[in-house]
């Protein structure tokens, strides 16, 4: 027998897309967390725009929670359904819509996946610039939803920045087009920017126009080894101050290990505590004089310890792959992610107090420091060790994160920097943004979504 309103949106939508099969129910109801067990109503995959407005509308009526879904590779459980919700993927509307040589934009379906973006703005001579590991399988929905960061961030900025227009389904079922690429509208509100970064609690993103800018600029990338954590923004500074930097990512010994043994390259003899990942701008003498001047530098005030230079695309790939592969050799060990920021400025005492703070907590677990140092922004992921119970491995870090979350406040940072708050860090989010701030959010989300239908549970409770 089949469930009185699946029937019902059958009879609204006749031509969308539904499934039911328990794989399929397991499979679209979690996201990378792995956390909750899955447990939607179904899944549609709705082809067009009508179709997610009839999915909205029936939702309303029927009083049915939405969960949108990307690519499900979301690391703080926005994507997931574990309460009867139904399951709305994009994956579907994936398509390239229009691209403008004058406006350069490139105007995409929200279930395109990230690199097929990248890929789109290649075939036309241009980039666009936000990067990571989960380029293959995220959506660039998924990327405008959680306002992603990545890899790139400290040369061209969050997702954010690089949002033309939006097209939108709101709570109500009424579609929005924000902001139609324009570079200049001071109309009042911009809705689009309130859109970004909303983990799908205010609208679901059908379409995105999204700028592109001139490709990269031939670079090189070097590999550091560093004897301390405490040198680390120094190094920083002293090659932001000699190259134009595209990239500055850092990790420890431990991320290393790991990397390692899910089948990377050893890159140096001995092992070093702490690495950098630096690229930069080059293809010139006076670029590549200042990268070895920045690396003697650091080498003569004994910051850098080690160092590569990559002399080949293939070795590049090989050294970014030590930063890139950090994610998928810990998922093995179910990780708690910590995604935290602070100013960079404010970055030095921060360190030293959560290095200091982390290692009294958590002496019985394997601890791994890596991220986008460059932006502020630190992932620090706790290994779960194979004895302990999931529950009481999470009920642990949970009293740690309570600490961090004061380090946090008192440095004025944020409890997440670019995963989102989704069902992780919803106990956290008035650890970094006040009361009032949390109010005015609830009552935006209350004018996008009267009905609470879009999201609920996630980023706050209704
Ligand atoms: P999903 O996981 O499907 O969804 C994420 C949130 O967006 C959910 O709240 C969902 O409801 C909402 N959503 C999805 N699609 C829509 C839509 N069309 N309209 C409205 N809401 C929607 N993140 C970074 O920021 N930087 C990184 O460097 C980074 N590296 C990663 C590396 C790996 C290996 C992995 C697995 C993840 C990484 N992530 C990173 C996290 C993740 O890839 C990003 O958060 C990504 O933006 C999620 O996209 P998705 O399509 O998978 O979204
Ligand atoms: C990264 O920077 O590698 C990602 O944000 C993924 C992660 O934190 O695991
Ligand atoms: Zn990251």
Redesign the pocket.
């Known amino acids: 027998m089949t469930d009185p309103r699946l029937d019902a949106l059958r009879q609204a939508a006749p031509a969308l897309r539904l499934k039911t099969d328990p794989a399929d129910l397991e499979h679209y109801g979690r996201d990378w967390t792995r956390r909750w067990t899955p447990a939607p109503l179904a899944i549609a995959l709705p082809g067009n725009v009508e179709e997610v407005q009839a999915v909205v509308r029936w939702a309303n009526q029927q009083g049915v929670a939405i969960v949108p879904s990307g690519g499900r590779t979301g ?1 703080s459980g926005g994507a997931v359904a574990a309460n009867g919700e139904l399951v709305l993927s994009l994956e579907r509307m994936n398509q390239a819509l229009a691209f403008d040589p004058v406006d350069r934009t490139l105007t995409v379906q929200a279930g395109m996946p990230l690199e097929a973006v990248h890929n789109g703005a290649r075939e036309h001579g241009l980039q666009y610039p936000v990067d ?3 380029r293959g399988s995220c959506s660039i929905g998924g990327n405008i939803a959680t306002n992603a ?3 790139r961030v400290i040369r061209y900025g969050n997702t954010r920045e690089w949002i033309a227009g939006l097209k939108v389904v709101a709570g109500t079922g009424d579609v929005l087009d924000l902001n139609r690429g324009l570079i200049k509208n001071s109309s009042g509100y911009d809705l689009r920017q309130l859109l970004i970064g909303s983990e799908g609690t205010l609208g679901i993103v059908v379409e995105a126009t999204l700028r592109l800018t001139d490709p990269p600029p031939p670079s090189n990338v070097m590999l550091l080894a560093l004897p301390s954590f405490e040198v680390l923004m120094q190094v920083f500074a002293a090659f932001r101050q000699r190259l134009q930097l595209e990239a500055f990512e850092f990790f420890t010994d431990v991320a290393l290990k790991h990397v390692l043994a899910h089948g990377a390259q050893k890159p140096f003899d001995e092992i070093h505590p702490f690495y950098v990942v630096a690229e930069f701008a080059s293809g010139d003498e006076a670029t590549e004089a200042a990268a070895m001047a920045a690396f003697e530098h650091g080498m003569e005030q004994g910051w850098i310890v080690d160092g590569v230079i990559s002399q080949s695309g293939a070795q590049a790939a090989q050294l970014w792959r030590l ?2 592969g ?2 998928e050799s ?1 998922a093995r060990y179910k990780p708690y ?1 910590n ?1 935290v920021s602070v100013r960079i400025s404010a970055m030095p005492a921060f360190l030293a107090e959560t290095q200091q703070l982390l290692s009294e907590a958590y002496p019985h677990f394997e601890v791994v420091w ?3 140092i460059g932006d502020g922004n630190l ?1 620090i ?1 706790v290994l779960k060790p194979d004895d302990v119970a999931d529950a009481d491995f999470i009920a642990a870090c949970e009293q740690v994160t309570k600490l961090l979350a004061d380090c946090l406040r008192r440095h004025g940072g944020s409890i997440s920097a ?2 989102g708050i989704g069902l992780v860090k919803k106990p956290y989010l008035g650890s970094t943004r006040s009361d009032a701030e949390v109010a005015l959010m609830r009552g935006v989300k209350h004018v996008f979504d009267p009905n609470g239908v879009l999201n609920p549970g996630k980023l706050f409770d209704p």
Do not use: Y
């Open positions: 690391l990571f590991a989960a960061g990545g890899i930063r890139e950090i994610t810990l992610k995604d890596f991220g986008h992932h992921n670019e995963h």
